[in-house]
Nanobody
Framework: QLQLVESGGGLVQWGGSLRLSCVGS????????MAWYRQGAGKSRELVAS???????NYVDSVAGRFTISRDNAKNMVYLQMNSLKSEDTARYYC?????????WGQGTQVTVSS
């Protein structure tokens, strides 16, 4: 079992920055592939960025070059640094931990970008 809690969301102006954090409580955090998803109002949940247990990262095209995902296995943490935020980044952001057999989700943190 792994419980995930996100933090760091809030209201930010267009062009600003935020850093989201996700802490996992449980064992073997380092074995999980981690990812950030987001869901805007009236939209489907989409994958934003991922970092696997070998530190390989991937990004959706719309955030590549602006967002950076990282993890600190010693602290059971995963981060999403978001720069040059745009209105279309407004969404609830969720942390996901997964293996081939299971997945866990946090409750999410809201990010609102004002223009």
């Amino acid at each position: 079992q792994l419980q995930l809690v996100e933090s760091g969301g809030g209201l930010v102006q267009w062009g600003g920055s935020l850093r989201l954090s996700c802490v996992g409580s449980g064992s073997n955090f380092h074995l999980y592939d981690m990812a950030w998803y987001r869901q805007g109002a009236g939209k489907s949940r989409e994958l934003v960025a991922s970092i696997n247990n070998r530190m390989i990262t991937n990004y959706v095209d719309s955030v590549a070059g602006r967002f950076t995902i990282s993890r600190d296995n010693a602290k059971n943490m995963v981060y999403l640094q978001m720069n040059s935020l745009k209105s279309e980044d407004t969404a609830r952001y969720y942390c996901r931990a997964g293996t081939a057999r299971t997945e866990f989700w946090g409750q999410g943190t809201q990010v609102t970008v004002s223009s």
